[in-house]
Nanobody, 122 residues
Framework: QVQLVESGGGLVQAGGSLRLSCAAS????????MGWFRQAPGKEREFVAG????????NYADSVKGRFTISRDNAKNTVYLQMNSLKSEDTAVYYC???????????????WGQGTQVTVSS
C-alpha cells in the first residue's frame, strides 16, 4: 500500500503558474504509475496527466497539453505537476493517484491522495 499527500495548491491569477507536489510513502514508489486528476464543483473527476514508473513516458488530457508538465523524482518519492498559463477553468481540487502496472491510463488507479485546491481568478 502507498500513502499520498498533495501540496502546493492555492490561489493564482489567470496566466500564472503553480507547481503541485505529491509525496508518497509506504511501498516502493518506483513500482507505481502516477497520475494527476482534478474535480471541479459539480463535475466528475477527470484525468489530467500521467507518468510511467521510470518517468520515460507521459500522457496528458487535451485541455492541459502544452501548459502542464508532469514529472517524478523516484529518489524523493515525489511526483510533480507544473501548471503554467493557468485559466479559470483549471479551478478544481487536484488529486494524485498511483496504480500498479506499466501503462499510463486514465482510469483504474488504486491509491489516492486527499487533494489540494487550486483556484484561478480571472
Amino acid at each position: 500500500q502507498v500513502q499520498l499527500v498533495e501540496s502546493g495548491g492555492g490561489l493564482v491569477q489567470a496566466g500564472g503558474s503553480l507547481r503541485l507536489s505529491c509525496a508518497a510513502s509506504g511501498r516502493t514508489f518506483s513500482l507505481y504509475v502516477m497520475g494527476w486528476f482534478r474535480q471541479a464543483p459539480g463535475k466528475e473527476r477527470e484525468f489530467v496527466a500521467g507518468i510511467t514508473r521510470s518517468g520515460g513516458k507521459t500522457n496528458y488530457a487535451d485541455s492541459v497539453k502544452g501548459r502542464f508538465t508532469i514529472s517524478r523524482d523516484n529518489a524523493k518519492n515525489t511526483v510533480y505537476l507544473q501548471m503554467n498559463s493557468l485559466k479559470s477553468e483549471d479551478t478544481a481540487v487536484y488529486y494524485c493517484a498511483a496504480r500498479s502496472g506499466l501503462a499510463v491510463v486514465t482510469t483504474s488507479y488504486d491509491y489516492w491522495g486527499q487533494g489540494t485546491q487550486v483556484t484561478v481568478s480571472s
